[in-house]
Every structure is written in structure tokens, then in C-alpha cells.
């Protein structure tokens, strides 16, 4: 795939913004999607991977760099592009590698992951495989995987074990091990993980909440309020509406 080859080269050692926004929340939808994507490609991203059809299809509009789509389907089990046709869709809405479940999980459509690579390939689709494990790196990789991507590392029952940090010692394992591209993704949250992950060997690294979730963001703000300052703030605070006749809302 020549093209793949050129995608890749222009990932390396680069940037990829993860834009995703669940229902319900204030910016979702493909408007607000594209915003955010063309917002983080000025900043510099070198790509962007986004969920479901429609946003991936907006996006891709929008830009000529490389899109990883992906379509998110419930949220239990393999629900990350979890069938054939999911990812034929991704596919056909314009992504440029198409990002799948790749644990070691039944898939719904009760098609391998060999084989629903085998079928994108076939179409000369090219495939990211999310995987948790080590072991499920290397079984990616032995199925066609063309890039290897650690997603879901700490997210499945294999490894009950999320946490606040991101799994760069699987980064680095998967990098060593393996001839195809080791994105690192993961709660990667501050330009220090970042750097770490490229030196644990990542070939590109994905960042998402800590740049596209606004929400969660100013939430992190509000919970380092010390319990002083904020127990102040309450007994001192007038109606809402009065601070905003008088100033305006600031900040």
C-alpha cells in the first residue's frame, strides 16, 4: 500500500489529536468535531483520529492529513469498530486507517481478527489494531495489523488495571518487539508523557481528553480548588446574577 506508506512516514515522531465527543455533551457532532480537529492541526497536529461515520466523513472534508477513524459501538466487549461492515463503513466515509478492537475478545460478527484483516486488505483497507496486552500486540501483528496502537492498556479484564498514567513499558515492549508502527495512546496527558513515549519507542502518539475534552478539563481545575479557598468563595459569593449585570462573566 503505497499510500500507507506515506501516511506513516508523515505520522513519525508526530502528533495525532484524538477528537471525540460522546452524546449529550456540548460538542457533539460532526460541526463541532471539525472545529475542534481544524483547532488542533493549527496547533500542529500531524493527524487526526476520529469516531463514527459522520464526523470522519466531515473531517476528512476538511483537511487532507491523515484521518484514523474509528466507530464506537455501545460500550461493553469489543465496541471500538467492532464488525467487518463497522469498519467498511469507517473505510467509506473517507478514513485512511481505520482503527479496530484488536484484543483477544470474541468479536460480534464471529469473524477472527485475522480474517476481518485479511477482508479490509482485500479492499486495500489499512488497519490500527487497539490492543490492552503485549501478547495481543504481537497477535495483531501476526494477523496483518499494519500499525499497533496501545488504546486499550489497562481498559479490559485481561488487565483490570486502569490508572491515572499511561502504559509506556508496554509502549516500549511492543516498539522492541515488533517491525510495524507502535502508536502509543492512552491517557497521555502532559507534553512530559508525551516525550516519554517517543523515547519508549512510539512511532507516533495519540493524545485525546487532555487536548479535545473541555470539560473534563476545566473539571480538573475545579477539584485542585483547596477546600479553604473554595469553602470562602461560598460564604462570600452573591446571586449569579447580580455578578453578571455588574462585570460580566470573566476568565
Known amino acids: 500500500m503505497p499510500h500507507l506508506t506515506s501516511l506513516l512516514d508523515d505520522l513519525r515522531g508526530r502528533l495525532v489529536v484524538s477528537c471525540q465527543a ?8 460532526p460541526g463541532h468535531m471539525t472545529a475542534m480537529a481544524l483547532s488542533a492541526i493549527a496547533g500542529g497536529a500531524a ?19 491523515p484521518v484514523i477513524g474509528l466507530w464506537k459501538v455501545g460500550h461493553e466487549g469489543v465496541y471500538i469498530t467492532p464488525t467487518l461492515d463497522h469498519a467498511l463503513r469507517v473505510a467509506d466515509a473517507g478514513a485512511d486507517l481505520v482503527a479496530i478492537d484488536a484484543t483477544a475478545r470474541p468479536r460480534p460478527d464471529g469473524r477472527t481478527l485475522a480474517e476481518t484483516i485479511g477482508a479490509l486488505h482485500e479492499r486495500g483497507i489499512a488497519v490500527m489494531a487497539d490492543v490492552a496486552t503485549f501478547a495481543e500486540g504481537l497477535a495483531a501483528a501476526d ?6 496502537s496501545t488504546t486499550l492498556a489497562g481498559y479490559t479484564h485481561e488487565r483490570g488495571d486502569a490508572a491515572d498514567a499511561p502504559d509506556l513499558e508496554l509502549v516500549r515492549a511492543l516498539a522492541a518487539a515488533l517491525d510495524v508502527p507502535v502508536f502509543a495512546e492512552g491517557r497521555i496527558a502532559t507534553p512530559n508523557q508525551l ?9 507516533s502518539v495519540v493524545v485525546g481528553g487532555a487536548i479535545t475534552r473541555p470539560a473534563a478539563i476545566t473539571a480538573s ?8 479557598a473554595a469553602a470562602a468563595g461560598v460564604a462570600t459569593a452573591g446571586p449569579v446574577g447580580a455578578t453578571e449585570t455588574s462585570g460580566g462573566l470573566r476568565g
Not at 460522546?22 to 457532532?29: A, D, R, V
Not at 493527524?47 to 492529513?65: Q, S, W
Not at 516519554?196 to 519507542?201: L, M, P, Q
Open 22 to 29: 460522546y452524546p449529550g455533551e456540548p460538542l457533539h457532532g
Open 143 to 148: 494477523a496483518g495489523a499494519d500499525v499497533v
Open 221 to 228: 481545575f475545579v477539584a485542585a480548588i483547596p477546600a479553604h
Open 195 to 203: 516525550a516519554t513515549a517517543f523515547e519508549a519507542g512510539a512511532w
Open 47 to 65: 493527524g487526526i483520529r476520529c469516531e463514527g461515520p459522520d464526523d470522519v466523513r466531515a473531517i476528512r472534508a476538511a483537511t487532507t492529513l
